[in-house]
C-alpha cells in the first residue's frame, strides 16, 4: 500500500470540480459580454421553463424557441447559467466544498454523471410543481445540492471528510470508504440534523427570497430539494464502494475490486 504525504497540499481540489466551476465560470463571462437583448435570447434557448411542457393555468402554449432539442437541452444546460456573480459565487463554493469529498470517492466519469442527474431531477421537480408557469430557472444549486444530499451518505463515517478531502488516493487510509445505507443515514442522528437543517433553510430562503447575501429573488427551493432527495436516496446507484467477501459494507480498498 501506498505511503501516506506526510505533507499533503494546503489545496488539493479533484481537477474534475476545478474544471466544473471553470466551466460555469466561463458561461457565465460568455453572457456578461453579451448585449441584454442577446442575454434574453440565451436565457431563452437554454434556461429551464416549464412552460415548454406544459400550458398555461388559462390553457395556452407560450412558444419558445429551440424546439424539441432545447426541450431536452434545457435539463441540463439551465445548470451552466447564472442570475449574476453573486448567484455564481455561492453554487461555486458549495461545489468546492461537497463535490471534493464527493468526487475523490466515485471518480470524474461517476461524479460528473450524478452531478448532472441531481441536476436533472432538480429540474423535473421544479417543473412538475409550477407546470406551465412562465418563469425562467437558472443555476447550478440543484446539481449541487445533489452533491450535499450524496455527501450526507458517507461523510459521518469513521474517518470523517476530513481525510478524504486531503487524500489524493482514495485506497488509502483515513478516507472512509463504506457508505452508509439508507437506513441508516435517515435513523443517524448527525444525518438527520444535517438534513433537516439544510431543508429548512430552503424552506426559509424559498418562501422569503432572502439569499445568504441579503439581496431578495426568486428562488427555485423545489429544484434545490428535488436535487437533494435524488443525492440522498440514489448515492448509491452512483457509488463504486463494493460490499466486503463477507457480505458487509464495503470497507476494503478500491484496489482490491475490478472495475466495472
Not at 471534493?100 to 471518480?107: D, E, F, L, N
Request: proline share 6%; hydrophobic share 50%; charged share 10%.
Amino acid at each position: 500500500m501506498a505511503e501516506l504525504d506526510q505533507n499533503p497540499p494546503a489545496f488539493n481540489v479533484p481537477a474534475v470540480v476545478v474544471g466544473l466551476i471553470g466551466a460555469l465560470v466561463g458561461v457565465h463571462l460568455i453572457m456578461v459580454f453579451l448585449d441584454p437583448a442577446e442575454q434574453n435570447r440565451m436565457i431563452a434557448y437554454f434556461a429551464l421553463s416549464p412552460a415548454r411542457y406544459a400550458p398555461q393555468p388559462d390553457g395556452t402554449y407560450v412558444l419558445l424557441p429551440g424546439g424539441l432539442v432545447n426541450d431536452l437541452l434545457g435539463f441540463v444546460s439551465y445548470i451552466f447559467l447564472h442570475a449574476n456573480w453573486t448567484h455564481l459565487f455561492f453554487n461555486s463554493i458549495w461545489l468546492l466544498a461537497f463535490g471534493t469529498p464527493v468526487a475523490r470517492r466515485m471518480g470524474a466519469v461517476r461524479f460528473l454523471s450524478f452531478f448532472f442527474f441531481c441536476g436533472i431531477i432538480g429540474a423535473i421537480t421544479h417543473v412538475v410543481l409550477h407546470a406551465g408557469e412562465f418563469a425562467f430557472v437558472v443555476g447550478a444549486s440543484g446539481a449541487v445540492s445533489g452533491l450535499m444530499g450524496g455527501a450526507a451518505r458517507f461523510v459521518f463515517l469513521t474517518g470523517g471528510p476530513l481525510g478524504l478531502m486531503t487524500a489524493r488516493d482514495p485506497s488509502l487510509p483515513g478516507a472512509p470508504r463504506a457508505q452508509a445505507t439508507i437506513f441508516k443515514s435517515l435513523t443517524d442522528r448527525r444525518t438527520l440534523i444535517f438534513v433537516g437543517v439544510w431543508v429548512g433553510l430552503n424552506f426559509l430562503f424559498g418562501l422569503t427570497g432572502i439569499t445568504l447575501s441579503g439581496e431578495t429573488v426568486s428562488i427555485a427551493w423545489e429544484a434545490h430539494l428535488g436535487g437533494f432527495v435524488a443525492g440522498l436516496l440514489l448515492f448509491g446507484m452512483f457509488d463504486p464502494m463494493r460490499k466486503s467477501p463477507s457480505g458487509g459494507p464495503g470497507n476494503v480498498g478500491y484496489g482490491k475490486w475490478r472495475g466495472d
